[in-house]
């Protein structure tokens, strides 16, 4: 037991052991103090990895310090995890950490921003605060744009286009895999509504 423990914790139970970090005697042994802060293993943390043990660890929740991710939301003004940056929170910690202010810059055009904007329209609607990644996909699945009103042919037109084409015509057409590539003239007009999706 008490492998992974700081001393604050063991003392808690066991009145020998004091809660002074013994490897710098300089703080109280936690395991935030081990773990981020005790200058003994400074170098050991720089060597495994050097931008992660820069990052001030208060922005980091304890859930993710012990191996477990939290459930994450694209809003980059803060962490991943929902935490607020502190002013003084450096750039690049701030992209590491999930800071990504794209969707709050204006794109190149009138188009980009749009799509930006709703983008940030989605991620700021409270409906979608309970749903997961597939199910606000799913929910967001669906035409755009202004559409259009379409003109299908009646049965007498069909009857006058297809006259003068054997029966063994072989329409150039594509569906979307759901059905064969239509070999005979009628079966066409189902890929003509597949192409207009
Ligand atoms: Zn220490």
Known sequence: MGGSQALEQIAGYNEDIGTMCTYCNKATSTSDHIRWECEFFKSVRTEIDEELANIPHQLIPCSLKNDIAPAMKADGRKTYWGTDFRNDTDSKVKKLLGGNLELQTPGSNLQKTEERQAALDIIEDSTMANLNARQIM?????????????????????????????????????????YTTPTIWWAALAGYGVCLL
Request: net charge negative; hydrophobic share 25%; proline share 5%.
């Open 138 to 178: 799913l929910k967001h699945k669906a035409a755009h744009g202004s559409g259009g009103n379409l003109d299908f042919p009646d049965s007498e037109e069909i009857r006058d286009s297809m006259i003068g084409y054997p029966d063994s015509y072989n329409v150039e057409i594509y569906g979307d895999g759901s």
